[in-house]
């Protein structure tokens, strides 16, 4: 089975007859219900795969109702559960954007060669995306970690079939 991307969680149970609030990682919030199957996991356990019965929204977000659930206790067992789907249902972004997941692991490297370590993550500050940046073991500057904000003047090129982020950004900022 491909493995699913995360899309959302599961929150607290709401009502008596098993719905379950849901917090959506989309731009859209609205969208995730868009995809099927939906696959769930508590941490470190196996995927397995679920359906939604329905849904609606709820003041600021959203809750749904498994199909099969129809009580509160049995909706209990998934609260703080992962959502995910299959990557391969995602839509094609237009040319040079990428999502997250293509991100991290790559290697970054500023314009004069300087390796500045592998994205281990990515995260929102409302202005701009950041990439957290793992320093080498051996980085000369003895930095461990960089915040480089992704915009379009420090990230100069993505390559995903190298492996690498060139970018405009001195090594020992």
Known sequence: MEKP????????????????????????????????????????????????????RHGDGFIAKI???????EAQLYTGMEIGIRGSSLPDLPEGEYRWRDLIGLRVVNLQGYSMGKVKSLMETGANDVLVVKADID????????????IDNV?????????????????DF
């Open 5 to 56: 991307e995360v899309m959302g969680k599961f929150g607290a149970v709401y009502g008596i007859r098993g719905w379950l609030k849901v917090y959506s990682y989309t731009g859209d919030p609205e969208s995730l219900f868009t995809y099927t199957p939906w696959f769930c996991r508590a941490p470190g356990s196996d995927w397995r795969e679920i359906s939604i019965a329905e849904y609606k």
């Open 67 to 73: 199909a099969g659930i129809d009580v509160r206790e």
């Open 139 to 150: 980085d000369q500057y003895e930095i461990r970690e960089r915040l480089l904000p992704y």
């Open 155 to 171: 990230i100069r090129e993505v390559n995903l079939a190298e492996k690498v982020i060139r970018v405009d950004w001195e090594p």
